[in-house]
């Protein structure tokens, strides 16, 4: 089965930490991804990388960054964390190629609180 | 520019009652549509995939959806709600090339003894 495992399921943070959040996948898929799930918002994509090394910005990259220096690894950098942030974040990933059709894969999400 | 919209944020069914969960999306290419379930505290897991082949597609745990191109939904649908269908259900949307899949605002499902 393909396993994408988030580090931290709950956070509590104080606002302007800096917040790492860290996801690998078990799946040697060429593309990874950062959603944001609130209610009623469903998901909204942050970043997502095709590539290590390769980023791009999804919707609401907005005071968010990341980092993949391995093909396995996605991290999500919360540079200074705001109370607007506290979120449920989820990590994915999916095979490379044309990504359309493919079956997005997530993992269990990592509850932030800021504070 | 593609969208999802589900209609009902809120959908409650008995027990053994059919479920009729609506999805509408708009695309200006053929598109490649999913559904996706979150049980409680879990992240996503892919229900049933549209992808230009058959257009009733059978998914997991009796599910399935019918994509109708000239009413641009893809409703799912499933004969008898088991209390264990009891989660949220997230439409989604994608184009040939493109990286983003575009998710509707969900639909919670609960399900009456």
């Known amino acids: 089965d393909v396993k994408v495992t988030q580090s931290s399921r709950y956070l509590v943070k104080r606002t302007g930490e800096k917040v790492f959040l860290e996801c690998v996948q078990d799946?040697?898929?060429?593309?990874m991804f950062w959603y944001r799930q609130d209610p009623g918002l469903g998901l909204r994509l942050i970043y997502f990388?095709?590539?290590?090394?390769?980023?791009e910005k999804g919707d609401i990259p907005e005071g968010y960054s990341v980092s993949r220096e391995k093909k396995e690894r996605f991290s999500l950098i919360l540079e200074s964390a705001s109370t607007n942030q506290t979120s449920m974040y989820l990590c994915?990933?999916?095979?490379?190629?044309?990504?359309?059709?493919?079956?997005?894969?997530f993992g269990e999400g990592s509850w932030l609180t800021v504070v | 520019a593609q969208s999802v919209t589900q209609l009902g944020s809120h959908v409650s069914v008995s027990e053994g009652a059919l479920v009729l969960l609506r999805c509408n999306y708009s695309?200006?290419?053929?598109?490649?549509l999913f559904w996706y379930v979150q049980y409680p505290n879990q992240g996503l897991q892919l229900l049933l995939k549209?992808?230009?082949?058959?257009?009733l597609v059978k998914g997991i745990n009796d599910f399935e959806a019918e994509f109708k191109k000239s009413e641009t939904s893809f409703h799912l649908t499933k004969p008898s709600a088991h209390m264990s269908d009891a989660a949220e259900y997230f439409c989604?949307?994608?184009?040939?090339?493109?990286?983003?899949?575009?998710f509707g605002a969900g639909t919670r499902l609960f399900v009456k003894a």
């Open positions: 994915a990933s999916s095979f490379g190629g044309d990504p359309s059709g493919n079956t997005i894969y």
């Open positions: 799946m040697d898929h060429e593309n």
């Open positions: 990388s095709y590539d290590v090394k390769m980023k």
């Open positions: 695309s200006s290419v053929p598109p490649y």
């Open positions: 549209y992808t230009s082949a058959a257009t």
């Open positions: 989604a949307v994608s184009n040939t090339g493109g990286f983003k899949t575009i």
